[in-house]
């Protein structure tokens, strides 16, 4: 695609935990923490726990294969906002893209109180150390699915589709899982904005139906959403 984004689909993802000495975040701690200071100051209800990022993503024959390794979330939105300076590592997530019945792809608009307060995405986060298994694996579906119940309180059908469509926009890797629910749009958004109203702090400030072109905002959607949202729209 243009800009740099590109759509792959791929039938299968494997992932796994490996060491890394990621050189850069090592070399730059003291410009990381300081920055995390500023962040923090400006929303403390961050925190800054373990999360994984992407030595080495490689497609073939049907399958994506990630190599992940831990670092804390400091790092993350340090690497993240400073442009991703080192190319050899990525930022890698997972999620479920549902749509409902009716054909309504549905994103959610981020709380004012996260890293990425009104921006307008697929319930995600990035992978962390509860999604590696006692062998390794990274279970990057488990995670995406996990993600999508506890930010929406939406959960897919047991026989929803297989597949996964990669997308990936320069230092950034977008796993993400197409699946449809059983019911229309409106019955799905009034379900998520009761499970909103039982948290305390809700990740989640709302849902955001998109069904055509017209309802993509380049403003709040970020490019790899944007991406899979005109691709998805063509084909349907």
């Known amino acids: 695609m243009s800009g740099g984004i590109s759509l792959t689909r791929v039938d299968r993802v494997a992932a796994a935990l490996e060491p890394h000495d990621w050189v850069w975040a090592r070399e730059n701690r003291a410009r990381i923490m300081a920055h995390w200071a500023e962040r923090l100051a400006a929303k403390p209800r961050m ?18 294969e990630a190599r992940l390794f831990e670092t804390d979330f400091a790092s993350l939105v340090a690497f993240r906002d400073f442009g991703l300076p080192d190319p050899s590592v990525s930022n890698v997530f997972a999620a479920v893209v549902p749509c409902s019945r009716d054909g309504a792809y549905l994103l959610g608009r981020m709380n004012g109180h996260t890293a990425n307060a009104g921006q307008v995405y697929f319930a995600c986060g990035t992978p962390d150390p509860s999604d590696v298994r006692a062998d390794g694996v990274v279970d990057l579906a488990a995670s995406a699915l996990r993600e999508l119940e506890e930010e929406t309180g939406l959960v897919p059908p047991p026989d929803a589709e297989e597949g996964w469509v990669l997308v990936r926009d320069g230092g ?9 629910l059983a019911e ?3 019955a799905l958004i009034a379900r998520a904005e009761a499970h909103f109203a039982t948290e305390a702090v809700p990740e989640l400030a709302g849902l955001v139906a998109v069904r055509s072109a017209r309802d993509i905002d380049p403003a709040v959607m970020p490019p790899y959403a944007q991406a899979f949202l005109h691709d998805a729209l063509r084909a349907g």
Do not use: H, K, Q
């Open 47 to 64: 925190f800054n726990g373990r999360v994984l990022l992407a030595s080495r993503v490689t497609i073939r024959d049907g399958t994506a």
């Open 172 to 180: 950034y890797f977008a796993f993400l899982r197409p699946m449809t």
């Open 184 to 186: 229309e749009a409106e």
